[in-house]
Each structure stands twice: as structure tokens, then as C-alpha cells.
């Protein structure tokens, strides 16, 4: 199973919004609405941001949205501020009843 | 308050076998799926495997990576998950994190800290 394909960074500044892509095929983010998004700070765990392509959990900003178009997942993150400053890994289950992640983007707020 | 705790890692040589622990509590552990990933340094999140709770079979899942050397197991009396590693490579070294997972929607939604895993001679 390969990765799904993610820019390696993105940014932008204080306020404004970003969008980061996530692309896999008919078998992966295509076939499931089963795509989830984490974000890692350095040294970090990774914590869940987005759930089932754009479900959010219960404690995350609603600044951060996720949304799907055919083989390509977003996540969208509204009004950038300093600690959104990390790296985001898209994942998604398979048809191989496997998952798959991303590479990760890294999100410079400048 | 909802907790896993990975133990286990250190130093291993080539072929040799290590196994890590997952320690929960603050959930009914035996409701959910239980998930492993691993990240190797500098480098991007690798999913491992995960286990599927008592109720649909205890099934397991793994990457291909890992599947025939890597075992997961769980014990639900204990609230606890393993990861049983065989025939280490220089390759499996990373962290590696546990997670409950929400295998309905196959999301990972609380981790632990992780634990070092290095494989060296």
C-alpha cells in the first residue's frame, strides 16, 4: 500500500487560513469516508484533529475543518495562530483492511 | 481521565525480539479496537497493526512491513495491549505509540507518549 501523497510544508500568517491535501486513490480516501487528520508538535504525540473525513472530537477548534472530493482529502485550518504550528499527517483505512498515512506537512506559521 | 502508557523499548540487537506494553485505564478497555504505529526518526507515522476487540473475534490487522515478525495481543482482564516484536531489523527502529481506536470510523483517537525502540548491534 502506498502513502498518500501530502504537501511536504505549507504556510501562512497569523489570521489568515491554510489548506492541506491529502492525495490517495479509489482504494484508500476514495472508497472509505474513514480519513482521519493528526497533528504532532516536535516531541510530541500526535493528537486526532479530524475524524471520518470531517467529524472534529470534542475539545479541538472549530478553526480546523476537513472535507473530501473524490481521491483527495483537506484539512482546512481557519484563522492560523502560533501553536498551530506543526506537522499534519492525514491517514485512511484501505480496501486491504489496512491503514495508510500520509508523509506530513509541516505547518510554518510565519 | 482516559490514559495508555507504552513501556518496553530499548536497545536490541538485529534478530533479537522485544516486546512493548500498552497499559490503559480510564476506559472499558475491552470495548475497543487497539491500535500500534510507530515513527522512525525524523521521519513520517507508520501504522503497525491493531487488534479488534473479544466481541468481533480479536482479529488482527498489519502492515505489510511488519506482518509474520510483529504480533499483537491483548489482555483484557489487565486492560493492557502488546506488541510482541520478532526478528528486529535495523529498520524497526523508531518510536512506537499505541492508541485506542475507534474502529468504526478506524481512527486513532487517544495515544500514549510512546517508547524508544532502537535496533542495533
Not at chain 1, 472509505?32 to 487528520?37: A, C, E, G
Not at chain 1, 485550518?77 to 506537522?87: K, P, R, V, Y
Not at chain 2, 475497543?32 to 522512525?40: G, I, T
Amino acid at each position: 500500500q502506498s502513502a498518500l501523497t501530502q504537501p511536504a510544508s505549507v504556510s501562512g500568517s497569523p489570521g489568515q487560513s491554510i489548506t492541506i491535501s491529502c492525495t490517495g486513490t479509489s482504494s484508500d480516501v476514495g472508497g472509505y469516508s474513514y480519513v482521519s487528520w493528526y497533528q504532532q508538535h516536535p516531541g510530541k504525540a500526535p493528537k486526532l484533529m479530524i475524524s471520518d473525513v470531517s467529524n472534529r472530537p470534542s475539545g479541538v477548534s472549530n478553526r480546523f475543518s476537513g472535507s473530501k472530493s473524490g481521491n483527495t482529502a483537506s484539512l482546512t485550518i481557519s484563522g492560523l495562530q502560533a501553536e498551530d504550528e506543526a506537522d499534519y499527517y492525514c491517514s485512511s483505512y484501505t480496501s486491504s483492511s489496512t491503514l495508510v498515512f500520509g508523509g506530513g506537512t509541516k505547518l510554518t506559521v510565519l | 481521565e482516559v490514559q495508555l502508557v507504552e513501556s518496553g523499548g530499548g536497545l536490541v540487537q538485529p534478530g533479537r525480539s522485544l516486546r512493548l506494553s500498552c497499559t490503559t485505564s480510564g476506559f472499558t478497555f475491552g470495548d475497543y479496537a487497539m491500535s500500534w504505529f510507530r515513527q522512525a526518526p525524523g521521519k513520517g507515522l507508520e501504522w503497525v497493526g491493531f487488534i479488534r476487540t473479544k466481541a468481533y473475534g480479536g482479529t488482527t490487522e498489519y502492515a505489510a512491513s511488519v506482518k509474520g515478525r510483529f504480533t499483537i495481543s491483548r489482555d483484557d482482564s489487565k486492560s493492557i495491549a502488546y506488541l510482541q516484536m520478532n526478528s528486529l531489523k535495523t529498520e524497526d527502529t523508531a518510536v512506537y505509540y499505541c492508541s485506542r481506536l475507534l474502529i468504526v470510523v478506524v481512527t486513532a483517537d487517544i495515544w500514549g507518549q510512546g517508547t524508544m525502540v532502537t535496533v542495533s548491534s
